[in-house]
């Protein structure tokens, strides 16, 4: 696997601190709660886009193919980066 997946973990580290550093420098409650759901949705976006993209992908295809519909969505068949799950 190697470097290709260093991008992504240094983006999330990244979004990650950012958010950190909004958090820290924020009183306003509301704020600090957006600024929390961004992070989340950011790392959960890229968990759910490794993980369970292929997953859904092939699900509808069965669905699709079920009903007599053809389908063929692309996947990504690859071994998920090593920390992205933590």
């Not at 950012?18 to 600090?32: E, F, P, S, T, V």
């Not at 997953?55 to 692309?74: C, I, N, V, Y």
Request: aromatic letters at 10%; hydrophobic letters at 50%; a positive charge.
């Amino acid at each position: 696997m190697g470097l290709r997946f260093l991008s992504l973990i240094i983006i999330s580290s990244a979004v990650d601190y950012a958010c950190g550093i909004g958090l820290g420098n924020l009183d306003d409650q509301r704020k600090r709660k957006l600024i929390l759901a961004e992070s989340l949705a950011a790392n959960l976006g890229i968990l759910g886009a490794f993980k369970y993209m292929g997953f859904f992908a092939e699900s509808l295809e069965t669905l699709f193919r079920a009903a007599g519909l053809k389908a063929h969505w692309p996947t990504l068949n690859i071994t998920l980066p090593v920390g992205i799950n933590f």
